[in-house]
T-cell receptor, first 115, second 114 residues
Framework: AQSVAQPEDQVNVAEGNPLTVKCTYS??????LFWYVQYPNRGLQFLLK??????LVKGSYGFEAEFNKSQTSFHLKKPSALVSDSALYFC?????????????FGKGTRLSVIA | DTEVTQTPKHLVMGMTNKKSLKCEQH?????MYWYKQKAKKPPELMFV???????INESVPSRFSPECPNSSLLNLHLHALQPEDSALYLC?????????????FGQGTRLTVV
């Protein structure tokens, strides 16, 4: 069975500082990993994904994530946080060769960027 | 066009009403999903359609009835709902058969059952 864990319910960071939102995963084989962001009363927006290749993945809005196989982690990062980055962030996983089986989501991390 | 469009955006219905949520995408995706999301929680999968056929039903009560009339449309028919069914209902779509593909989500319908 595949799963993801987001150990932090809430992350607070000052505007302009780097931010990290943590995610660890459990899946058989090499995972496909995804990050989504959700603004209040909105749907989920895709940020980035790791499939294979370079462990550092760059995505939308200046976000990036680093895949670490030995630590089974896929942490989301941004060098300089903006107040507008404040939102709910979800990590998700899908096992490879699993067709269109639905994504398995973490519980979410609320990011607050303080001016 | 990478949009999934959901209507209505907001819906208030009584427990005896019948209503429908609609979802539309024109990305050629042949997998479509309904999720239910409570406040500050991750989305919970309800149904999956693959090539317009129901492939996954996550033990959802029969008061929720999905329908996929064609490859672009997905409906969720609601009848005799309970107040605890109040939530954000999200539609998503993706390509079939490629687990590397991300799902695209609509903005959701905020449902309130009174």
């Amino acid at each position: 069975a595949q799963s993801v864990a987001q150990p932090e319910d809430q992350v607070n960071v000052a505007e302009g500082n780097p931010l990290t939102v943590k995610c660890t995963y459990s899946v058989s084989g090499n995972p496909y990993l995804f990050w989504y962001v959700q603004y209040p009363n909105r749907g989920l927006q895709f940020l980035l994904k790791y499939i294979t290749g370079d462990n550092l993945v760059k995505g939308s809005y200046g976000f990036e994530a680093e895949f670490n196989k030995s630590q089974t982690s896929f942490h989301l990062k941004k060098p300089s946080a903006l107040v507008s980055d404040s939102a709910l962030y979800f990590c998700a996983v899908r096992a490879p060769d699993s067709g269109n089986t639905p994504l398995v989501f973490g519980k979410g991390t609320r990011l607050s960027v303080i001016a | 066009d990478t949009e999934v469009t959901q209507t209505p955006k907001h819906l208030v219905m009584g427990m005896t009403n019948k209503k429908s949520l609609k979802c539309e995408q024109h990305m050629g995706h042949r997998a479509m999903y309904w999720y239910k999301q409570k406040a500050k929680k991750p989305p919970e999968l309800m149904f999956v359609y693959s090539y317009e056929k129901l492939s996954i039903n996550e033990s959802v009560p029969s008061r929720f009835s999905p329908e996929c009339p064609n490859s672009s449309l997905l409906n969720l028919h609601l009848h005799a709902l309970q107040p605890e069914d109040s939530a954000l209902y999200l539609c998503a779509s993706s390509q079939v058969g490629q687990s590397r593909n991300e799902a695209f989500f609509g903005q959701g319908t905020r449902l309130t059952v009174v």
